[in-house]
């Protein structure tokens, strides 16, 4: 039985589409759109908190991104994509991998969040509480971009899965919670070599064809937010 790859579009499963196609494996892709916002019930049923994405592999059926792209890598690639202990370079990839949902993505949306919530200005009733939070993220961006100045993947030399796991917040998750990179040189620049590799084209083909990819690369980011 071929690996199945439920996605939904427009959301973080296309981290798995993502690897299954620079892996070049065999797997059948059930696409769902959402309804209007969030997944639809279809959807909903295939795990107990509705989460995206989900794989099922013969009887087992699994959640998270990141499990989904290890396990993938791991079981299907061969362990492509995955750097082991004692490469020079693991420690960088074990950080970046687990940096990209524990950190940057949860900063994200909180920011995101508290901006429709309390106002996005600085004189909204919420600019004072938000600052911190604000602050933090930008500080993730520089310390993403002194990164990129030095290495042109994140774990060093090789792409990784941590390239995938965190190239989905630069580019689908401007979707939800836009955000300028203008003054980030070297993430722009990460970001044309994401968009060069054919993986990550035939993937944006298959799993979400309506988006721009140009513009989920660019400065500005896709415009508006599906969020508003």
Same mark, same amino acid.
């Given at each position: 039985?071929?690996?199945?790859?439920?996605?939904?579009?427009?959301?973080?499963?296309?981290?798995?589409?993502?690897?299954?196609?620079?892996?070049?494996?065999?797997?059948?892709?059930?696409?769902?759109?959402?309804?209007?916002?969030?997944?639809?019930?279809?959807?909903?049923?295939?795990?107990?908190?509705?989460?995206?994405?989900?794989?099922?592999?013969?009887?087992?059926?699994?959640?998270?991104?990141?499990?989904?792209?290890?396990?993938?890598?791991?079981?299907?690639?061969?362990?492509?994509?995955?750097?082991?202990?004692?490469?020079?370079?693991?420690?960088?990839?074990?950080?970046?991998?687990?940096?990209?949902?524990?950190?940057?993505?949860?900063?994200?949306?909180?920011?995101?969040?508290?901006?429709?919530?309390?106002? =996005?200005?600085? !004189?909204?009733?919420?600019?004072?509480? @938000? %600052?911190?939070?604000?602050?933090?993220?930008? /500080?993730? *961006?520089?310390?993403?971009?002194?990164?990129?100045?030095?290495?042109?993947?994140?774990?060093?030399?090789?792409?990784?899965?941590?390239?995938?796991?965190?190239?989905?917040?630069?580019?689908?998750?401007?979707?939800?919670?836009?955000?300028?990179?203008?003054?980030?040189?070297?993430?722009?620049?990460?970001?044309?070599?994401? =968009?060069?590799? !054919?993986?990550?084209?035939?993937?944006? @083909? %298959?799993?979400?064809?309506?988006?721009?990819? /140009?513009? *989920?690369?660019?400065?500005?980011?896709?415009?508006?937010?599906?969020?508003?």
């Amino acid at each position: 039985m071929a690996l199945i790859v439920h996605h939904l579009g427009v959301s973080q499963s296309d981290r798995v589409v993502w690897l299954c196609e620079e892996l070049g494996i065999e797997y059948e892709l059930k696409t769902y759109k959402r309804s209007p916002l969030l997944a639809p019930p279809e959807y909903k049923a295939l795990h107990p908190l509705g989460a995206a994405p989900v794989i099922e592999d013969g009887d087992l059926k699994i959640a998270e991104s990141s499990a989904c792209l290890e396990y993938i890598a791991q079981i299907h690639g061969k362990g492509r994509f995955v750097l082991a202990p004692g490469n020079k370079d693991y420690a960088q990839f074990l950080y970046w991998f687990h940096f990209a949902n524990a950190s940057f993505t949860s900063s994200l949306m909180r920011n995101r969040m508290g901006e429709t919530l309390l106002g =996005s200005g600085d !004189d909204a009733k919420g600019a004072g509480m @938000l %600052k911190p939070f604000k602050v933090k993220f930008q /500080a993730m *961006l520089d310390m993403i971009n002194k990164r990129l100045a030095e290495v042109p993947w994140l774990a060093g030399e090789e792409f990784t899965i941590a390239d995938i796991m965190l190239g989905c917040c630069f580019t689908t998750l401007r979707c939800f919670a836009p955000f300028d990179l203008g003054n980030y040189e070297h993430i722009l620049e990460y970001l044309k070599r994401i =968009s060069d590799r !054919d993986g990550y084209r035939q993937a944006r @083909l %298959k799993g979400d064809p309506e988006l721009d990819t /140009a513009a *989920l690369a660019s400065a500005v980011g896709p415009t508006g937010s599906l969020l508003m």
